[in-house]
């Protein structure tokens, strides 16, 4: 086998932060074991338990959490680099890293109490999905909650969820002037009923299943208003990060397809300097055609790093006021990071021929994984049609 001449072949000196030095550190400290278990996670459709137990003790899971409810309270910049190396080593880790972050987001929107109870007091995860499928029926108190959710990312090691529903009164939804008001309600996993039904293409070991619930009560301070998502949330000493949830949440999925093709590009690398093709007499990376797309795949990867770095830096330095051009920006910039990274990765796919389609070989994994990621609606490409009609003066809207 040839050895590269010399790492890295391109420049690329950005310094890193101590935080973020810190950090990369914990993860190439726990990588044994994420790598060690990723075909059994996969088998398993949900992560192992000493890799959950490896995140967990070294913070990942609370990295995004206000300090004052457990958490680490990293920058933007520190955990978007942290889901890019996990992804690098199984996408599905760092996926479900990614909606914990998400998730955890709403512990600033919580009552303190209650940001405390599930974050602080609890090491499991809290995730869950915040499409409104539900119904949340207005009761003293609270809410009756029932419904059915689905792609509960990591539910194999929560503590609780959280499940998005449409309020009503009298079982007629709730009336606002933008439409029916939602509420995401957190309830313990011990009330819900886990359907199995992640079977997938890719992301397999995120254990992404379906959940129900008929008729319990769920506390109106277990709850978050769903109109109050789109805005920073209230200042108050406890409050982590000023950035609405939803300028926020892109940043786990966009980091991970990111890190997925980072780690494809290495993969394909070390498969090109070692792999003789049939009737050739030369390596893989010997030829002109795949030299030069390869330096396409890798100049598509570095541009949505750059384009992803930008917009965790105008969110960070404009999250409390940026409003409309700063969701436009990030929602733009998480699609096209999609867009460029999947490309890249169908490129070394094809590449590689026949060595890329057995199951086990990194690059088939990267290829399902990163096809999966993208269908989230976070990284979709409806977000570049509706910033479009915004940058042209209509509304910036989630969805036509």
Known sequence: MKEPSHHPALIDEVPLSREADQWLQKVAEIAPVIEGHRDESERLRHSAQPVFEALRDAGIHRMLVSREFGGSQVTLDTGSRVLQALAAIDPSVAWQMGVQGAIGRLSDYLPEATAHKLFSDSSGLVVGSVNPTGRAEAVPGGFKLSGTWAFASGSAHADWLVCAAVVTDGGKPRMTPAGPETRQAFVPKSEVRMLDTWNSLGLRGTGSDHYEIDEIFVPEDHTVQGAAMFLPPPERPARGY?????????????????????????????????????????????????????????????????????????ATEHGQKGGDPLSALVRLSAATVAENTTAAVDVLFKLAGTSSVYAGNLLERYFRDIHSAAKHITLSHTNIEMVGQYLLGGELRMRR
């Not at 609405?244 to 786990?252: A, K, M, T, V």
């Not at 991970?256 to 030369?282: I, M």
């Open 242 to 314: 000023a950035i609405s949830y939803y300028d926020f949440g892109l940043f786990g999925s966009a980091s991970t397809v990111l890190g997925t093709a980072a780690g494809a590009l290495t993969a394909f690398k070390d498969l090109a300097r070692a792999k003789v093709a049939a009737a050739s007499s030369k390596t893989l990376d010997a030829g002109h055609v795949v030299q030069e797309r390869v330096a396409r795949a890798e100049i598509l990867v570095r541009s949505a790093r750059l384009m992803l770095a930008d917009a965790a830096w105008h």
